[in-house]
């Protein structure tokens, strides 16, 4: 592997790929773009459980500069997903940026030279500015259960689906009800001998909008680009507006009325229906889109548990109830290491601390970008990015043009090294905390991987759009910023 490039990129998502293609339209070339896996495509690479798709509209599940056509579904699935990832690729000509299969292991920042040196699986490589674009939902979390080792039959994680099992006839165990859960159940439910869903706390299921997208509408984009930017348009609005129903809880009331008319009208059995019933309030947990999980519920051969699960054994689940039910696949749909990612351990800044030592269990970061203490080190989808309305998307294109700005006022004023000051960045959390006060997040009612070890919201407190404005200019002047030196390489 080359010894050095002037940036790296780790991961090659959504996020990963985004900042390789405005890297590429700004005519910086000098880039090396690394993925642990032996394809591009980040979380649509990973997750190919059956049912597998996008709750985001396709329209605006896209970049803006990329816009897509030929979208089949007014949310899209999987394949077509990693389908546009791939010819992204392509048209952007990433292929020779590309390193596939390469794990990157250790990442220190080298003060004495001002780079960064990364410790991959094919070798050491250098960069003066680092990418991470891992994603906040790129480690499965599995459950510390007692006897999860001593289980006999095959037992996975949603994210990592083993097609090599065959599950017709079998007694399947679905851990969790969350999003994954939601889509993979009604698949289950459809091939499983007996199906038992065992679920902690009932999520918010609003109605699913989605539909085909007529042959007629997709003609209409490719003859005329506007429309689809009109439609984009007006579906980022509406989704914003959703935010307001989050911020003031108050507000949210409407929406909680139409997922319970959604649960009665789909659940008739008043015992059912009380267990499925939330007890916190929307927007505290992930807000989920089915209408087929309900009725999968009732059908013959599946059980919903309204218990956590405390124990696995051979051939068998036992709930918190005390009862035991048979197994032979376990499905652990637990979601991701959001709050607590493994790469921030192996992430090591100017006073050779790893980023989750510095964290310690409660992120702390500048506009969700960069980091004190990590000097050339730009994070995107971290801490104070994720959204509970409307398509990180704009987060991530947000954050690579804050990227492109930094590394412009590098070159115009031949800055080696840049990090945010102490103050500015104790601003920005404070700021994101005081915003925080009062919403869903975190006084809902609820635990969920909003939250980190401390009880403060991981989210962007607002909309996509005032995201955007507080990114929309690099401001150096928040900065520490070492100039180029004669030690400098």
């Not at 997208?213 to 997709?218: A, H, S, Y």
């Not at 969700?368 to 959204?387: Q, S, V, Y």
């Not at 009062?438 to 919201?457: Q, R």
């Amino acid at each position: 592997m080359s010894a050095g490039h002037r940036i790296a990129i780790i991961g090659a998502g959504f996020s990963g790929l985004g900042a390789a293609i405005r890297l590429r339209q700004a005519g910086i070339d000098d880039f090396v773009l690394l993925e642990r896996a032996g394809e591009i495509g980040g979380t649509w690479r990973a997750n190919t459980y059956p049912g597998c798709q996008c709750d985001v509209p396709s329209h605006l599940y896209s970049y803006s500069f990329a816009p897509n056509p030929n979208w089949t579904r007014t949310f899209s699935r999987q394949g077509e997903i990693w389908d546009y990832l791939r010819a992204c690729v392509e048209r952007w000509d990433l292929g020779p940026h590309l390193r596939l299969g390469v794990e990157v292991r250790e990442c220190d920042w080298q003060e004495e030279v001002a780079h960064w040196r990364l410790e991959t699986s094919a070798g050491t490589l250098s960069a003066k500015v680092v990418v991470a674009a891992m994603g906040g939902l790129s480690e499965p979390s599995l459950p510390a259960l007692p006897g999860i080792e001593r289980f006999e039959g095959p037992l996975f994680h949603s994210a990592a689906w083993r097609h090599d099992v065959d599950l017709r006839g079998a007694r399947i165990a679905v851990l969790g009800t969350g999003a994954s859960a939601i889509q993979i159940v009604p698949e289950l439910a459809q091939v499983a001998r007996e199906l038992v869903v065992y679920q902690r706390t009932p999520p918010w299921i609003l109605p699913h909008p989605d539909r085909p997208i007529r042959p007629g509408e997709r003609a209409l984009y490719r003859a005329a680009p506007f429309a689809q930017r009109v439609v984009r348009e007006s579906v980022a609005w509406s989704r914003e507006a959703l935010v307001l129903g989050f911020r003031h809880p108050l507000l949210g009331r409407p929406g909680e009325a139409l997922a319970r008319r959604h649960l009665e009208r789909q659940v008739a059995d008043p015992r059912l229906r009380e267990q499925l019933t939330p007890a916190y309030r929307l927007g505290c947990k992930r807000i989920l889109l089915s209408n087929r999980y309900y009725p999968a519920l009732q059908r013959p051969g599946v059980t919903l548990v309204p218990h956590a699960v405390s124990e696995l054994r051979a051939r068998s689940v036992v709930a918190a109830d005390g009862v035991e039910r048979a197994a032979d696949v376990v499905v652990a749909a637990t979601g991701f290491r959001a709050s607590d990612p493994p790469a921030a351990h192996h992430i090591r800044g100017r006073d050779g601390r790893t980023l989750a030592a510095y964290w310690n269990g409660s992120p702390q970061d500048y506009k969700g970008t960069t980091i004190a203490g990590f000097p050339n080190l730009f994070m995107l989808l971290g801490p104070h990015t994720g959204l509970g309305h409307t398509s990180v998307l704009l987060m991530i294109e947000s954050q690579i043009g804050y990227l492109l700005g930094a590394l412009a006022a590098m070159d115009e004023g031949r800055i080696e090294a840049l990090e945010p000051r102490e103050g500015a960045q104790a601003a920005f959390v404070s700021m994101v905390r005081r915003r925080t006060r009062g919403t869903v997040w975190e006084s809902g009612g609820c635990a969920s991987w909003y939250l980190d070890a401390g009880g403060h919201s991981i989210l962007w407190p607002d909309s996509a759009r005032r995201f955007r404005a507080a990114l929309r200019r690099f401001d150096v002047t928040s900065y520490l910023a070492r100039p180029y030196s004669s030690n400098s390489r």
